[in-house]
């Protein structure tokens, strides 16, 4: 081996290791991450029964996340927060999550050092994927939270006009508030899950003693949205001041739909704008080729005619 590659796998390795000190030690958990991979490879050892590689998966994640959990409870928090907001209810979901991200940096580790000192690519470009890779273990996770996040609000956006439209008939009916929340969350789940599921969560909390305006209030909270947020300050506002409910809910459904309305004109006016690139970088070069081509072709050709004689005039020889 030669001594740039030593010299190359060095810096890897020192910039992969301070960053990973730096995150074990801000969390304040660094010490026991031998011990929690003793326990890990203690149970392995023990096991009887051979298991899939998603149940050791399943095991080993979290435990590895408890490793790298920030100590801070505001830095939990919101981390906990986050994930709540993207759907993820599970008690769990922390420390996979943290799992999965400190899985992903130490395999960027195991491969950087395996591809340089196997020799089957150049030092620098193995060292480049392994880095790429740390990054994408650094960065990806918190991209994909708020991509899955922004789905989630995209699917509730779109189906909270249609549940208030249902929860207006039952209120019309005759039925009191938390029986028509519970009936359309029964109704709507076969048109949108997700909505359905929500409110079904509403809908218990309510029965556990919670008013309707402060279980509405959670569910803002869950899925951070502004509509959401407006709908449980109506009906904290009606129940506060004896309001018509059945007007405000109609009155807030068209307020719902007219934002809904003008979010896709405005979608539809951006459109105009984000063609103009595609334009510009692949039709435009193509119509100048054709256009252009038969005239830098005559041109050429005149240059080569004028050209021809005056060349010919130049070498011949003087009498």
Same mark, same amino acid.
């Given at each position: 081996?030669?001594?740039?590659?030593?010299?190359?796998?060095?810096?890897?390795?020192?910039?992969?290791?301070?960053?990973?000190?730096?995150?074990?030690?801000?969390?304040?958990?660094?010490?026991?991450?031998?011990?929690?991979?003793?326990?890990?490879?203690?149970?392995?050892?023990?096991?009887?029964?051979?298991?899939?590689?998603?149940?050791?998966?399943?095991?080993?994640?979290?435990?590895?996340?408890?490793?790298?959990?920030?100590?801070?409870?505001?830095?939990?928090?919101?981390?906990?927060?986050?994930?709540?907001?993207?759907?993820?209810?599970? +008690?769990? /979901?922390?420390?996979?999550?943290?799992?999965?991200? @400190?899985?992903?940096?130490? $395999?960027?580790? #195991?491969?950087?050092? *395996?591809?340089?000192?196997?020799?089957?690519?150049?030092p620098a470009h193995s060292l480049g994927a392994a880095l790429g890779l740390f990054m994408a273990g650094m960065i990806g996770p918190g991209m994909w939270l708020d991509r899955r996040k922004k789905k989630r609000q995209i699917k509730l956006r779109r189906a909270l006009p249609d549940a208030l439209d249902?929860?207006?008939?039952?209120?019309?009916?005759?039925?009191?508030?938390?029986?028509?929340?519970? +009936?359309? /969350?029964?109704?709507?789940?076969?048109?949108?899950? @997700?909505?359905?599921?929500? $409110?079904?969560? #509403?809908?218990?909390? *309510?029965?556990?003693?919670?008013?309707?305006?402060?279980?509405?209030?959670?569910?803002?909270?869950?899925?951070?949205?502004?509509?959401?947020?407006?709908?449980?300050?109506?009906?904290?506002?009606?129940?506060?001041?004896?309001?018509?409910?059945?007007?405000?809910?109609?009155?807030?459904?068209?307020?719902?739909?007219?934002?809904?309305?003008?979010?896709?004109?405005?979608?539809?006016?951006?459109?105009?704008?984000?063609?103009?690139?595609?334009?510009?970088?692949?039709?435009?070069?193509?119509?100048?080729?054709? $256009?252009?081509?038969?005239?830098?072709?005559?041109?050429?050709?005149?240059?080569?005619?004028?050209?021809?004689?005056?060349?010919?005039?130049?070498?011949?020889?003087?009498?």
């Amino acid at each position: 081996m030669d001594s740039e590659t030593v010299i190359m796998l060095g810096i890897f390795a020192a910039t992969v290791g301070l960053a990973l000190f730096a995150g074990l030690s801000l969390s304040g958990r660094g010490r026991k991450l031998s011990a929690r991979l003793d326990e890990l490879s203690g149970k392995a050892e023990r096991s009887e029964k051979p298991e899939s590689v998603g149940k050791i998966a399943r095991a080993a994640l979290p435990k590895l996340g408890k490793v790298i959990v920030p100590n801070n409870e505001v830095e939990r928090n919101r981390l906990s927060t986050r994930l709540v907001q993207a759907g993820l209810y599970n +008690r769990q /979901a922390m420390y996979v999550f943290l799992g999965v991200k @400190l899985s992903i940096l130490m $395999l960027a580790l #195991v491969m950087g050092g *395996v591809m340089t000192l196997s020799g089957a690519t150049p030092p620098a470009h193995s060292l480049g994927a392994a880095l790429g890779l740390f990054m994408a273990g650094m960065i990806g996770p918190g991209m994909w939270l708020d991509r899955r996040k922004k789905k989630r609000q995209i699917k509730l956006r779109r189906a909270l006009p249609d549940a208030l439209d249902v929860l207006m008939i039952c209120l019309e009916g005759g039925l009191s508030f938390q029986s028509s929340l519970k +009936r359309v /969350a029964e109704e709507i789940v076969s048109a949108h899950a @997700l909505l359905g599921y929500e $409110l079904r969560i #509403v809908d218990r909390e *309510v029965q556990l003693g919670r008013s309707p305006g402060e279980a509405l209030l959670h569910f803002a909270q869950r899925t951070d949205l502004d509509e959401a947020l407006s709908l449980s300050t109506v009906i904290g506002q009606s129940e506060r001041f004896g309001a018509s409910l059945v007007k405000s809910l109609k009155s807030h459904s068209e307020t719902l739909r007219e934002r809904r309305k003008q979010q896709a004109e405005e979608l539809a006016q951006k459109a105009a704008t984000k063609m103009l690139f595609p334009t510009l970088f692949c039709i435009f070069p193509a119509i100048f080729v054709i $256009l252009l081509a038969p005239a830098v072709f005559q041109t050429m050709a005149a240059f080569g005619n004028a050209s021809g004689p005056a060349s010919a005039a130049s070498v011949a020889p003087r009498r």
